[in-house]
């Protein structure tokens, strides 16, 4: 089974608008953390926003937050006020708190927003 | 501070070559890793090391080896190269507690390699 899953290939925005790029997870671990990548065209890998699985509240990055759902087993990251500069892939990221060594990626979602 | 480094950016091997990916980073972090990202996909696991000495295989380490003989550089040798190799592979690092879940991983700018 994949651990990581993101359903959307690719989803548009309006610029100023928010958007929800959705991320669901499989580990039977009770402590993993969740991570939001964003790789622009120029390719590198920048690292978004946490979520560990005993957070309380969800986490909270300048315009990025994630909307965690641990009974559904959902990450979702929310970019509010969506900017030009955001088009970009997401991945969502698992580290697994037995294994934490190991870094599980989904196949990510292309993200275009539009002026 | 450069945080992670890689060499070289670009490379074309033919096949039945081999090579090595350099990997340099700066932060004294004790985790290294190297992925590798075909055309759409995420990123894929190969080698992962926990500090000198010490390495282990990830999702895809077939074709590949790795040595960490000191904290800031983390080799990645490709023996042999196949088509199958043609991908962009990426460096990462993080400061790492065994067993705990909260360190990132900070990634270099990549390496893309062609396999003709």
């Not at chain 1, 958007?19 to 953390?33: A, I, M």
């Amino acid at each position: 089974a994949q651990k990581i899953t993101q359903t959307q290939p690719g989803m548009f925005v309006q610029e100023k608008e928010a958007v929800t790029l959705d991320c669901t997870y499989d580990t039977s671990d009770p402590s993993y953390g969740l991570f939001w990548y964003k790789q622009p065209s120029s390719g590198e890998m920048i690292f978004l926003i946490y979520q560990g699985s005993y957070d309380q509240q969800n986490a909270t990055e300048g315009r990025y937050s994630l909307n965690f759902q641990k009974a559904r087993k959902s990450a979702n990251l929310v970019i509010s006020a969506s900017q030009l500069g955001d088009s970009a892939m997401y991945f969502c990221a698992m580290r697994e708190g037995g294994t934490g060594n190991q870094f599980y990626f989904g196949t990510g979602t292309s993200l275009t927003v539009i002026p | 501070n450069a945080g992670v480094t890689q060499t070289p950016k670009f490379r074309i091997l033919k096949i039945g070559q081999s090579m090595t990916l350099q990997c340099t980073q700066d932060m004294n972090h004790n985790y290294m890793y190297w992925y590798r990202q075909d055309p759409g996909m995420g990123l894929k696991l190969i080698y992962y090391s926990v500090g000198a000495g010490i390495t282990d295989k990830g999702e895809v380490p077939n074709g590949y080896n790795v040595s960490r003989s000191t904290t800031e550089d983390f080799p990645l040798r490709l023996e042999l190269a196949a088509p199958s190799q043609t991908s962009v592979y990426f460096c990462a690092s993080g400061s790492g507690t065994s067993g705990g879940v909260t360190d990132t991983q900070y990634f270099g700018p990549g390496t893309r390699l062609t396999v003709l």
